[in-house]
């Protein structure tokens, strides 16, 4: 079994949808199929149940999935250590992130580098749909992400960055020219829902107003990027940190400040029993720039 063919059967067993899988790795939808259909010839079973609904791991495809999965990633492993080594490191910090303002944090891996000549730090991006899944996965060591966050595995770090929550409506829409908005008003939209866990989406969007009139969840994204189209054509509309303002800026969208919502707070986590010495470090690093830098808006 060809290696592509081996990392495309583990995407799709991840992913569970063929175009997603294709557009991760960058091939056509076809070729996706096609490794799928050789492995099940050469196997002599089916690894997915799919219909025009759903794909789904027959237990065969699941017992594979389990199998090699660890072995693959002790492969890719092996190779990220080869690369370290030839370029003199020895030592990776994976960072994960759901905060698209990475620039912003650029002193602090940049402290982090000159304290740490010897370690390689690695970006990854986490969807807000799975927040915490990469992380506990192992497949990143830190991660940036909004506040608060009440997982018993997981341990917070420091607050590393405070900004505004504002309103991403379509530019066309209602409230698209309004100086600010309140959470009152969200009861007459719908709003972009797909968070998850639920106290953590509703940092961002609740359920109900202050006054407690219910508020309508609409579609379920996943990332910035699913949301623009939903935004755009006035389907739904969704609170959303500054700093998508700065890194979204559109024409067709429009950012309102939301005048009663408490500023967005983003801070470090991790797995309480994968910390180690680099991790502290980092987050010691972070607290420190943090603690002398002024609020964000300064």
Not at 153 to 175: K, N, S
């Amino acid at each position: 079994m060809e290696l592509r063919d081996i990392e495309i059967f583990l995407t799709l067993a991840e992913e569970l949808h063929f175009t997603r899988t294709a557009e991760r790795l960058h091939v056509t939808q076809a070729r996706v199929s096609q490794a799928i259909k050789k492995q099940e010839r050469r196997i002599g079973a089916a690894l997915f149940e799919r219909n025009n609904r759903r794909v789904a791991l027959t237990p065969i495809g699941q017992r594979l999935f389990d199998d090699i999965q660890p072995m693959y990633r002790g492969l890719c492993a092996g190779m990220d250590r080869a690369r370290l080594a030839a370029r003199g490191k020895t030592g990776v910090l994976r960072v994960g992130s759901i905060a698209v303002n990475l620039h912003d944090f650029r002193e602090l891996f940049d402290a982090f580098a000159a304290s740490h000549p010897e370690c390689e730090v690695q970006l990854r991006h986490v969807d807000f749909g799975d927040p915490f899944g990469q992380l506990r996965a192992g497949d990143i060591d830190v991660q940036i992400v909004w506040l608060p966050v009440r997982e018993p595995d997981l341990t917070v770090g420091p607050v590393i960055y405070r900004e505004p929550i504002v309103l991403a409506v379509g530019a066309t829409h209602r409230l698209a020219g309004r100086e600010s908005v309140c959470y009152e008003d969200l009861a007459d939209e719908t709003v972009m829902g797909g968070a998850r866990p639920d106290y953590w989406r509703e940092i961002l969007v609740p359920l109900r107003t202050p006054s407690g009139r219910l508020i309508r969840i609409g579609p379920s994204v996943s990332n910035f990027q699913e949301m623009i189209p939903i935004l755009v054509t006035g389907e739904a509309v969704s609170p959303v940190h500054a700093q998508a303002a700065r890194y979204y800026a559109r024409p067709d969208i429009a950012y309102v400040p939301i005048s009663d919502a408490p500023p967005g707070r983003w801070g470090l986590i991790w797995r309480t029993g994968s910390e180690t010495e680099l991790i502290r470090s980092f987050a010691g690093i972070a607290h420190r720039l943090h603690s002398a830098a002024p609020p964000a808006g300064q």
